[in-house]
């Protein structure tokens, strides 16, 4: 009904205590799980960036006492290697992929940025922050654009192998950059158009109008949403 309209705090305030959670139920069926991203962006500036992420496995299936808070897993990403600086030990936290992103452009805010994509969501946003900002292009048009994934670093999953020089490159990249990407040495893994596993969700203000702006990738389903 329009009294409880998700997103708008102030339609609900009159039935929020009418509610019961005894009557919440679960999906009718299991959803393969995975990291998502959300980013919000409201008419006052406000941003926010978050990558909700169980760390894979068995992560999420456990609740810390009485908190509601789910455990994650991200454990994982430790090493048993003794020469490992990444090596499991008390007192250490394990690396994480994660990387909710907000951008401010002198002092003001300017984007909120995120995807799921385990080791490569620093490159990931990092290639599309370069297309907004050094090379102008629309927050849509950004995300859309060819991408390359570097797997040189170590891994923080499955057997945490590293693959130097491997590079995976969409077909839409233009042939004289895979050319001169070959000619430099690097083993190119071809993807498909929107082949590479990333889900980007972007949302901010324009600094020239004000106005709010977002973009949502292909490559996963993403979404934008504007009330």
Known sequence: ????????????????????????????????????????????????????????????????????????????????????????????????????????????PFLAIGTPGGDSQDQQILLVLLNIIDFGMDVQGAIEAPRVNSLHPQSSFDDHRAQPGVLEVERTLAPQVVDELRARGHVLRMRGPYGISTGIVAAGIDPGTGRLRGGADPRRERALIAY
């Not at 299936?61 to 490992?84: E, H, I, K």
């Open 1 to 108: 009904s329009l009294e409880d309209r998700p997103g708008d705090p102030e339609r609900g305030a009159a039935s929020i205590g009418a509610g019961s959670v005894d009557r919440l139920v679960g999906a009718p069926a299991r959803e393969p799980g995975d990291t998502t991203s959300l980013q919000v962006v409201d008419a006052d500036g406000n941003m926010f960036s978050a990558t909700p992420s169980s760390g894979w496995l068995l992560g999420g299936a456990f609740v810390a006492g009485d908190t509601g808070v789910p455990m994650s897993n991200r454990m994982q990403a430790f090493r048993l290697d003794p020469g490992s600086p990444n090596v499991l030990a008390g007192g250490k936290r394990p690396r994480t992929t994660l990387t909710p992103t907000v951008v401010l452009k002198d002092g003001k």
